[in-house]
């Protein structure tokens, strides 16, 4: 479904004069082909926006700052990385001072293992003991600094797995009673080397270099304590040899030399006061004891048996290496205080740049920010200014002239009032923008208050021409029902019809224009209409009236008098557009349930459908209708539903078909409807009336194939059967249905007359039945297949009267059923015999039944006491070939209907085509007459 009368395209804007060019500002044209120029690039595609002022404003003002913290942030990152490598320097110099402890307990742990295998003794065996615990605190302490550093070097971790492996070493030492000296002492050696390796190697960790010479000097001095450590071991193994070997000799003098060039790096290294730490750790009785049994060893020669106090020579080394091992500490706690002032430092010099930059950036964002202070204010008052003046006041000036009453806007004055509200002040260039700003908006105002006069008085234009056209056009309708009034040709009658409804159509035309002209089109109505009477008026609107068809529609709601016309407007135009956009044999289903709260129609044609960006364009134009321009006459069908809707808070929606098309979904609200009493019903029409087409037309007008109805066979006339209905007068109200008084017609007279009927229109001619009509809305009549008849009335051809009562809602109320009389016999003592309304030309054979207790008895009794005996045939005689005899009408049902005996040859056959003109002529008689005047 899309737009009726025309085009499909939405309203556009129109070309309007630009209203910043003021009468008397207007630019050069020089000066608009140089904007013209700088707006587009060379080739020819629109640039994209630039920066709003205070965007650029800021920028000015960002690039010096971000090159102050560039430069800053350069400085500030090798002052982090020197605060992270001085605290990384801190981790490893604590971690080298519990190496260096570790060491010094590993090499008594070392002693003490060569004495058990040299004197296995449980004493010397208790001391190793000792030793063992002492020296496990110290592998306690060193782990748990361990696990705080993440990053360490090599040795380290060699380390790690050295110290794992010492359980199985002690374990040796204690149970293997083949372990060697010689190993035991060179897999304390291993461990004992690593870790003197990480100490050296924190010198390397980017310390400074007066520091790192430091830390050389402490490992210097740990360097000389294994040597001793070393030395103390080798004269044991000679010892436990019994001689001294040339080996063990040279290792010996090897120890000893290390331990001279410990002692000569670690006084070249250390300042004055670790040398005097070392010299007083030098001397003393200890040392000249531990000094006399190295000259004993020294004076050994290589084969001979070596004799040496083992207790003396381990006490006196023993005691030499803790004085070492002292001074160790002292140094050790030096050097870790010292990488702690120099993280200090670190960390102050950081903290002293980021300050630094901080102020530096503050007082640049400060000085920045009072230069530029004034000029963004200002520009941001503009910016303010200029969004208030276009998305509040111009609008909503805008939307007052356009709700102004015609002849009551004068643009100048609107314009002062409007251009006054923006204020302007100060004196430099900002002000001067302010200014032209001020005069652009007021001749902006001063336009569309122009535009608002020319448009309420093209409105007014469309309102006079609209109501001059209605005139004309009721009275072309006027002049064409005199015409058919007289007129006896059905051919011409129905060129005449077709010229009726072409008016009816223009004067739809013209009420569109008076909507959009924003007047009413809606009459004044005294009496409310039944919602299924607005929906055949709104169909005897739209040209192809035969395709629509009328599912559930709830008749027991009234639209409301003032709204009755524009909702019969409104409905028709949608369904012109269903009709009108889809399939030309297609059908078009309108619905209606009423809700409570709201009425619900449904108008669903089987046409192409819409793509969704199409829908959604024409709801929003539905939900908001355009104002009146040549867009709007356009598409001026859903336009004029939409300001209708608008009207009413009526809700127009269009949805996709569940099998393709197009549902469009008109939702009344409460306000615009009203419920139907009981007492103010009229009768209804028949069943096949109101599901089929509307009043006033032909039930078998088809889609074009020859079928009628919804598409199938041609629908047998029944009401040409069974009634001869009697016209009535028409009623005063526009609302009122003509309504029919049906009486029983004689079988016999009729069935000539109905088979020659129903064979007409099985070749696709039209039956004019009378339908329940809005005489305003009156639908064009059909008289394709009609004949010449006489003048006349108009009226049906006499029937034989019948000899039965009626049996329709007007028969006489007296007269009772025969389940009434049954079933009233119940309840009466006496019988009281039952008369069928049509009596039975058969005899029915007495059937003997048994007599029954007294009971209760109807009048049917005898029919079931038939039925039963017919479920139980008596087969009495048989044919030759062994099939029963039937005897005709034996077991006849009492009270069955039968054809009454009528002689056919006195009843006249009916011409077909005389019958046609003749109900033609009686639906125009019903139909009743259209006003002459009114708009």
Known sequence: MTQSQSSSSLPVPRQERDPRL????????????ASAAQQRDPGG?????????????????????????VFAGIALVTTVQDVNRSRQLQEYAELASDAGALAHALQRERAAAVNVLVNPAPAQLEAYSSQVMSTDDNVDAYRDRRSGISDVPDAVRRVDSNLDALPNLRDQVRKDARASVSGIAFSYRILIADLLSYRESVARSGAPTELADQIRAAAALSRAAEALGQQQAAVLRAYAAGELTPALQQEITATRTSFVEATVQFNDLAPVEWRSWFEQASTGEQIIAAQRLQDQVNRARPGEKF??????????????????????????????AKVGELRDEQVTQAGV??????????????????????????????????????????????????????????????????????????????????QAFRAVHREAVRIAGEQAV????????????????QRLVDAVLAQVDRVERDETDPDRLQELYQLDHLATRMARINLSLLVLGGSGAARVRREDAPMGKVLQAAISQIEHYTRVRFGSVDDDVAVVAEAVDEIVHLLAELLDN??????????????????????????????????????????????QPPAIDIAAVRAMGLTVVGHIAARYQIQVQLRPGQHGGTLAEVVIPKDVFRPIMAAERQPQLAPSIVAGPPAGYSTTAGNGNGNGGNGGAPARPVAAELFTPAPRTAPPS?????????????????????????????????QTQSFAAVQDYAPPRDYRTATPMPPGPGAWPPLPEPDVPSILADADDSIELPIFQSVNGWFKTTEVPVEVAVPSAYTVAAVPVAEEPPNWESSADEGWRAAQQAATPDVSSMTASGLPVRAPQRHLVPGAAVPSQVDRSTTPRRDPSKVAAAMSAYARGVAGRRPAGGS
């Open 22 to 33: 003021s009468p008397d500002r207007r630019p050069t044209r020089h000066a608009i082909a």
């Open 45 to 69: 595609r629109r640039e994209r926006p630039g920066r709003r002022i205070i965007d650029q404003l800021r920028l000015i003002v960002a690039l010096p700052l971000v090159a102050v913290v």
């Open 307 to 336: 004799n040496l106090d083992t207790s003396g020579w381990i006490n006196a080394m023993s005691g030499w290496s803790g004085l070492l091992f002292g001074v160790q500490q002292k140094i050790d706690d030096a050097v870790v």
């Open 353 to 434: 740049q980021i300050a630094g930059v901080a102020l530096v950036l503050l007082i640049a964002i400060v000085l920045t920010g009072v230069v530029a202070r004034r000029i963004t204010r200002r520009l941001r008052a503009l910016h303010d200014a200029a969004r208030e003046v276009a998305y509040d006041q111009l609008p909503a000036v805008v939307a007052e002239l356009r709700a102004a009453a015609p002849g009551t806007v004068d643009p100048d004055e609107v314009a002062d009032r409007a251009s006054a509200k923006l204020v302007v002040g100060g004196a430099d260039e900002v002000a001067d923008v302010a």
């Open 454 to 469: 020319m448009r309420s008085n093209v409105a007014e234009i469309f309102v006079h021409l609209s109501r001059r056209e």
């Open 578 to 623: 269903a009709t009108g956009y889809s399939p030309p044999e297609s059908e078009v289903w309108v619905t209606g349930r009423a809700l409570g709260d709201r009425i619900i129609l449904q108008i669903v044609d089987e046409g192409v459908g819409l793509a969704p960006s199409r829908r959604e364009q024409l709801n929003q134009l539905l939900a």
């Open 734 to 766: 526009l609302f009122d249905v003509p309504t029919q008084e049906y009486r029983v017609a004689s079988p016999s007279p009729t069935a000539e007359y109905t088979q020659d009927y129903s064979q007409d229109y099985s070749h696709g001619q039209a």
